[in-house]
């Protein structure tokens, strides 16, 4: 199928020791709202970020370097990143 983008913010909540748990993904219609929902959750999370990233979201293929849109917090790679 063809590929579109898609726009996600990921949460990241405490885990065990001192990782980190992945809260459900949010999927966004633009960039913006990606970014908007992000730094909205940011206080309140141990870490966010907002993406968006080329996807043939049938066959769950993504692209490997999103461009990322909001950043904030503890993070794990590869969002942990500088850039």
Same mark, same amino acid.
């Given at each position: 199928?063809?590929k579109?983008?898609?726009?996600?913010?990921? =949460?990241?909540? *405490?885990? @065990?020791?001192?990782?980190?748990? !992945?809260?459900?993904?949010? $999927?966004?219609?633009? =960039?913006?709202? *990606?970014? @908007?929902?992000a730094?909205?959750? !940011?206080?309140?999370?141990? $870490?966010?970020?907002?993406?968006?990233?080329?996807?043939?979201?049938?066959?769950?293929d993504?692209d490997?370097?999103?461009?990322?849109?909001?950043?904030?917090?503890?993070?794990?790679?590869?969002?942990?990143?500088?850039?």
């Amino acid at each position: 199928m063809a590929k579109e983008t898609v726009h996600i913010v990921q =949460a990241y909540v *405490a885990g @065990r020791g001192k990782g980190l748990k !992945a809260e459900q993904q949010i $999927g966004c219609k633009t =960039a913006e709202e *990606a970014r @908007r929902k992000a730094e909205r959750l !940011a206080p309140l999370r141990e $870490g966010v970020v907002a993406f968006s990233a080329s996807a043939d979201v049938e066959l769950g293929d993504y692209d490997e370097s999103p461009d990322i849109l909001f950043k904030a917090g503890r993070l794990p790679f590869p969002f942990d990143q500088a850039g």
